[in-house]
């Protein structure tokens, strides 16, 4: 498959935080893609290349995440969704084709209801409109974890961390130091304060299933096949919003772009070609 040339990080300066981006190509409606939870625009770092000829692609780090700044504060869906609106602002971005990619997607999701005007189509990833499955027990012990030593333990921990499921998958696809090293860099940047607010946020956050029905844009839900606890609220998606086409990924997991690699890119490409025809 293809690879993309390394891009310049830009940084748009909103108040109280600076985001980095990158953008890939040129066209006049790009297609933004945003990360998830622990992420980064790293997570979409390897099919840039498999989507440079749709045009101008945009990639973008979400407070707290991967380049963009820590400020300690505003790690809730609302100020997510004013962040993304005054970075599409900054970024000269009219309208996009915008893909989100779990807290991605519920983020993305509500741009698109609160600013309908700026969301050409809809690409919806591994996500949900409502609460996903409570904090694990595991998840509690990370949470502790970072409460006592920031982020510290949590990248100390990649190096011995026994690889299973969808990790053990990704690793065998990109090579396992490749895999750890790119799993410990996005924890090293990562502000401890995001991770403490929006871990248990994911498990309860007031749910936007009842405005479903007010997404009129091209819509597609994306989910792995195995990625258990989002194949319902990925199903709900696609029955909520009208039109929308609802793509399970073969033997993928909650990352589909990495362990689906070649099914994801072409639902992507499928999806963006057939809402740019309308």
């Known amino acids: 498959m293809a690879t993309a040339s390394p891009a310049a990080v830009h940084h748009a300066e909103l108040p109280g935080v600076t985001l980095a981006w990158e953008e890939h190509g040129r066209g006049p409606r790009p297609l933004v893609l945003v990360h998830g939870f622990t992420g980064s625009r790293d997570d979409f770092a390897d099919v840039v290349g498999d989507l440079a000829d749709l045009g101008r692609l945009v990639l973008v780090d979400q407070r707290g995440h991967g380049g963009s700044s820590n400020p300690g504060t505003g790690y809730g869906f609302d100020q997510l969704v004013a962040d993304l609106r005054g970075f599409f602002d900054a970024a000269g971005i009219a309208r996009a084709d915008l893909l989100g990619h779990s807290l991605g997607g519920m983020v993305t999701l509500r741009?698109?209801?609160?600013?309908?005007?700026?969301?050409?189509?809809?690409?919806?990833?591994?996500?949900?409109?409502?609460?996903?499955?409570?904090?694990?027990?595991?998840?509690?012990?990370?949470?502790?974890?970072?409460?006592?030593?920031g982020m510290r333990r949590l990248v100390a921990g990649v190096e011995t961390m026994t690889l299973a499921g969808e990790d053990l998958d990704i690793a065998r696809i990109e090579g396992e130091d490749r895999f750890r090293d790119r799993a410990r860099a996005k924890l090293e940047v990562m502000d401890p304060a995001a991770f403490l607010a929006l871990a248990p946020a994911l498990s309860d956050h007031p749910p936007v299933t009842g405005r479903l029905g007010e997404i009129r844009c091209p819509t597609t839900v994306i989910v792995g096949e195995r990625d258990l606890p989002f194949l319902p609220t990925s199903e709900e998606l696609a029955r909520g919003i009208a039109g929308a086409e609802l793509v399970r990924i073969p033997g993928a997991g909650h990352s589909p772009q990495k362990s689906g690699r070649a099914a994801w890119v072409a639902a992507v490409r499928a999806h963006v070609r057939r809402a740019r025809l309308g």
């Open 111 to 149: 741009f698109a209801l609160t600013h309908p005007e700026r969301v050409a189509s809809l690409l919806l990833v591994d996500t949900s409109a409502r609460s996903v499955p409570p904090v694990s027990t595991a998840l509690s012990r990370m949470l502790e974890a970072v409460r006592g030593h």
